[in-house]
């Protein structure tokens, strides 16, 4: 259930903070927020799947220490982002 490369590039032309930029941090949290996503819609139907459910809470891990991180440098973007994907900060 990789990113499909269509996928990936979408949401770093949404996310990109300039034009040559397709690993900073918010576009990491963009996609690992889109990869949660779909985790979370995989075990809503295959609840007993344990190794997605640990996937699932490693992503959502590092989630949380990029958004620490980018909320460490620059708040507004911070909160910028976490409207922007629709997630608690």
Same mark, same amino acid.
């Given at each position: ?13 949404? @996310? /990109? /903070? ?6 900073? &941090?918010?576009? /990491?949290? &963009? !996609? ?8 979370? +819609? ?11 459910? %640990?996937?699932? !809470?490693?992503?959502?891990?590092? %989630?949380? %220490?990029?958004? +620490? @991180? ?7 973007? @911070?909160?910028?982002?976490? &409207?922007?994907?629709?997630? %608690?900060?």
């Amino acid at each position: 259930m990789p990113l499909l490369q269509e996928r990936k590039q979408e949401i770093i032309t949404e @996310y /990109q /903070q300039h034009s040559n930029d397709n690993g900073s &941090a918010t576009v /990491q949290v &963009a !996609m690992i927020t889109d990869r949660i996503n779909q985790i979370s +819609a995989h075990l809503k139907l295959h609840n007993k799947d344990f190794s997605s459910r %640990r996937s699932l !809470m490693k992503l959502i891990g590092q %989630r949380k %220490r990029l958004l +620490a @991180y980018i909320r460490s440098h620059s708040v507004d973007t @911070y909160r910028e982002l976490t &409207a922007k994907l629709k997630i %608690r900060g």
